[in-house]
């Protein structure tokens, strides 16, 4: 059971948007904590993708975009392409277990 | 350019140590904070360990506290993870990964597999 809850998988036709949203408590993404977003291609090492909240690393395409509000954060995709086909992982920081918590992790299939 | 690489792991007996590294080049090591991170085979990522940029100051998952420990070496640019007390629920690849001035984990390493079985 993950701290951070997040759909175990969304999917959509190429071209179109998803959303992956990540939903947290009052100990972690509550108390103002950053969320950052990982995506994770299949037998590959994970990759930051949004860093807090909201922030693209260099050469992440802005069809990728986060944002955070209240106990929740969202990720989205627009303009689905066949290689964003990966896991993607929300996470945070929790006061009560005073450590970095991620969410179980969301598999995105492009139809 | 920003590389780390972990290596270390091993098939080992339940109850067994093993010690693993996570050497880095293409940056300042000691100017950033550095975690460990798990994944059990097809399941999601666990944090494990964290360690300041001195290694002062060390941080454990409840799962792994007082079983590993993780230090580092400045002047080799290598980070550790002592293991012990092996269980069948520590068997996973192990990343390290660095801590970014936003705490995010910019930079991750291929990972090494653990594999703890009799």
């Known amino acids: 059971q993950s701290v951070l809850t997040q759909p175990p998988s969304v999917s959509g036709a190429p071209g179109q948007r998803v959303t992956i949203s990540c939903t947290g408590s009052s100990s972690n993404i509550g108390a103002g904590y950053d969320v950052h977003w990982y995506q994770q291609l299949p037998g590959t090492a994970p990759k930051l993708l949004i860093y807090?909240?909201?922030n693209r690393p260099s050469g992440v395409p802005d069809r990728f975009s986060g944002s955070k509000s209240g106990t929740s954060a969202s990720l989205a995709i627009t303009g689905l392409q066949a290689e964003d086909e990966a896991d993607y992982y929300c996470?945070?920081?929790?006061?009560?277990?005073?450590?970095?918590?991620f969410g179980g992790g969301t598999k995105l299939t492009v139809l | 350019e920003v590389q780390l690489v972990e290596s270390g792991g091993a098939l080992v007996q339940p109850g067994g140590s093993l010690r693993l590294a996570c050497t880095a080049s293409?940056?300042?090591?000691?100017?950033?904070?550095m975690i460990w991170v798990r994944q059990a085979p097809g399941k999601g990522l666990q944090y494990v360990s964290g360690i300041s940029t001195s290694g002062g100051s060390t941080y454990y998952a409840n799962s792994v506290k007082g079983r590993f420990t993780i230090s580092r070496d400045n002047s080799k640019n290598t980070l550790y993870l002592q293991m012990g007390s092996l269980r069948a629920e520590d068997m996973a690849v192990y990343y390290c990964?660095?801590?970014?001035?936003?705490?995010?984990?910019?930079?991750w390493g291929q990972g090494t597999l653990v594999t703890v079985s009799s």
């Open positions: 996470q945070s920081h929790d006061s009560s277990l005073s450590g970095r918590v």
């Open positions: 293409g940056f300042t090591f000691s100017s950033y904070a």
């Open positions: 807090g909240n909201s």
């Open positions: 990964a660095r801590v970014d001035p936003n705490s995010a984990l910019d930079y």
